[in-house]
């Protein structure tokens, strides 16, 4: 570990001329390329003159992206994608034989959390072992993006060279916010790490594409800082949420509390709004933090607790206002996260199975989503209920023309968010 205690700053300029080097036929290999975090970065690459390739297991979103069409919703991300495709500057597959032919295989496998809470270090080592044989062609540089446990990065590098390989390390995490990929790929500082000179300055050469600023760490301090970022934020979206039970509970609208806080008062400027807050990455990366530190994480675990309970806080609440044995009952949005396709942790389906054993009936409904065969269209659903829920703040629903009592502790339709 460094022995500096401040992150070191370089602008993109200094590498800014490196390009791939001509021994390779493709500049990037993105490793699971055709999800959430690969395709944006494939694509955004590939718009600054990368050669790019797309390597994934998921043989429909291979044929998605290889029709010039998106598996997911990502704005701004279609058209480029159709353009790269046009002019043959990106492809998806599904033979791993492409690792081979790449100066930078991206990996963007990150490690999971089981259904015990207990992350599984070894998760990424066993998909890198997949594709082993493929790596080892002199220069090819591995780089790790997505979120991983304190202490994978070592793991990766003692991997390959216990196997004879040479390939230089990178752990560079991805900080970009779901929808907002196109953005803040070219907006947000990128944070790099390597063990040796070699592989910051391979780092550097990429990563100098795309970030208007490149912050050097340690690969551990950069796995820390990762992580810390996302628990940060699932902590403070705890805090809105355990303040909004204690108004509510109080008979008292917390939105208009909090409208008083920060409103032109800068030191209460960042308090969010309730909500469900989920997805994949928020209550995983804390969960893993708290493992890494043995399990003593009071912070974190009471976080978990608090919002992972707001379905059911809110189910209580209902049952003090309404008969919910007698009542149809529609969930407005089952993504995690408005204006997104994504239903992965969401907190809607949470919600939906503790309704399912108090209400009537429960129907749900989400224009973005395609993914679930239950889903009722929204008119539908208006049309044949007797209570409505907005499960995710899209905003679309702010106009909805709704004469059923509505229960929408986002705030998205601004009637308050006391139940």
């Known amino acids: 570990m460094s022995t500096n205690t401040s992150p070191s700053l370089r602008m993109p300029s200094e590498a800014a001329q490196a390009t791939a080097g001509s021994r390779f036929d493709a500049d990037v290999v993105v490793v699971g390329g055709c999800g959430h975090v690969g395709l944006p970065l494939g694509i955004a690459l590939g718009q600054q003159g990368m050669r790019v390739v797309l390597f994934d297991t998921n043989q429909a979103a291979v044929d998605t992206v290889n029709a010039g069409r998106l598996p997911f919703d990502e704005d701004g991300a279609q058209e480029p994608l159709a353009q790269l495709r046009a002019g043959s500057m990106l492809t998806a597959t599904t033979e791993p034989a492409v690792i081979a032919t790449a100066e930078y295989v991206v990996v963007v496998i990150g490690t999971p959390v089981d259904e015990h809470l207990n992350p599984n270090p070894n998760a990424v080592v066993k998909a890198i072992a997949q594709f082993a044989d493929h790596l080892g062609r002199g220069g090819q540089v591995v780089v790790l993006r997505s979120t991983i446990y304190p202490g994978v990065t070592a793991l990766v590098e003692r991997y390959l060279a216990d196997r004879g390989l040479h390939n230089l390390v990178c752990f560079c995490p991805e900080r970009i916010a779901q929808g907002r990929s196109m953005v803040e790929l070219h907006e947000l500082p990128q944070i790099i790490s390597a063990r040796t000179p070699e592989g910051m300055a391979a780092a550097r050469r990429l990563f100098s594409r795309?970030?208007?600023?490149?912050?050097?760490?340690?690969?551990?301090?950069?796995?820390?800082?990762?992580?810390?970022?996302?628990?940060?934020?699932?902590?403070?979206?705890?805090?809105?949420?355990?303040?909004?039970?204690?108004?509510?509970d109080f008979g008292l609208d917390f939105e208009r509390i909090r409208h008083a806080l920060v409103?032109?008062?800068?030191?209460?400027?960042?308090?969010?709004?309730?909500?469900?807050?989920?997805?994949?990455?928020?209550?995983?990366?804390?969960?893993?933090?708290?493992?890494?530190?043995?399990?003593?994480?009071?912070?974190?675990?009471?976080?978990?607790?608090?919002?992972?309970?707001?379905?059911?806080?809110?189910?209580?609440?209902?049952?003090?206002?309404?008969?919910?044995?007698?009542?149809?009952?529609?969930?407005?949005?089952?993504?995690?996260?408005?204006?997104?396709?994504?239903?992965?942790?969401?907190?809607a389906y949470k919600l939906k199975r503790i309704l399912a054993f108090k209400a009537k009936n429960v129907v749900c409904a989400d224009p973005y989503v395609k993914v679930d065969p239950d889903l009722v269209s929204q008119e539908d659903l208006i049309d044949s209920v007797d209570l409505v829920i907005i499960g995710a703040p899209h905003k679309r629903y702010a106009g909805l023309d709704i004469k059923q009592p509505v229960v929408d502790v986002f705030n998205v339709r601004k009637g308050g968010v006391l139940i």
């Open 210 to 248: 795309l970030a208007p600023q490149l912050i050097e760490l340690q690969p551990e301090e950069a796995e820390l800082a990762k992580l810390f970022t996302n628990t940060w934020r699932y902590i403070r979206f705890a805090a809105a949420n355990q303040l909004y039970m204690m108004a509510n």
């Open 263 to 347: 409103t032109d008062y800068p030191r209460a400027a960042d308090m969010p709004g309730p909500g469900f807050a989920a997805g994949p990455c928020l209550f995983k990366d804390t969960m893993q933090l708290a493992a890494f530190n043995n399990n003593q994480f009071t912070l974190g675990h009471t976080s978990m607790m608090i919002n992972e309970g707001m379905p059911l806080y809110v189910v209580a609440r209902l049952e003090r206002r309404f008969d919910l044995a007698s009542m149809s009952v529609g969930i407005l949005g089952t993504a995690f996260k408005g204006e997104s396709d994504d239903i992965r942790s969401s907190l």
